[in-house]
């Protein structure tokens, strides 16, 4: 049984920095891509950050420079590590799994295969 678990979220001040972690498990972690996710309230689903297997990442435009996505196949966690944050950087963050192992990796959440249940982040002014 494939499981993701985010956690580390929560309301911080902008400006701030925070980290966001996903463990797996039931999946051999090494040979998946990972991505970050975020939705806020009544927007879509949008890509933030992706790591493939062999650790190339990608960010979204409005994240480069401040977000650093990360991974340590030892422990089978993914990391998000956010800085400055900004009011608009809100929503709730999901980790996702893809076993294509596609490079680069996808921004597209339909090609992920599995999901967490999200960790909330509220930037407060």
């Known amino acids: 049984q494939v499981q993701l678990a985010e956690s580390g979220g929560g309301l911080v001040q902008a400006g701030d920095s925070l980290r966001v972690s996903c463990v797996a498990s039931g999946v051999t972690f090494s040979r998946y891509n990972m991505g970050w996710f975020r939705q806020a309230p009544g927007k879509e689903r949008e890509f933030v950050a992706g790591i493939t297997w062999s650790g190339g990442v990608a960010y979204a435009d409005s994240v480069k420079g401040r977000f650093t996505i990360s991974r340590d196949n030892t422990k089978n966690t993914a990391y998000l590590q956010m800085n400055n944050l900004k009011l608009e950087d809100t929503a709730d963050y999901y980790c996702?799994?893809?076993?294509?192992?596609?490079?680069?990796?996808?921004?597209?959440?339909?090609?992920?295969?599995?999901w967490g249940q999200g960790t909330q982040v509220t930037v407060s002014s």
């Open positions: 996702a799994a893809d076993r294509s192992s596609v490079s680069p990796v996808s921004r597209y959440p339909r090609n992920y295969d599995y």
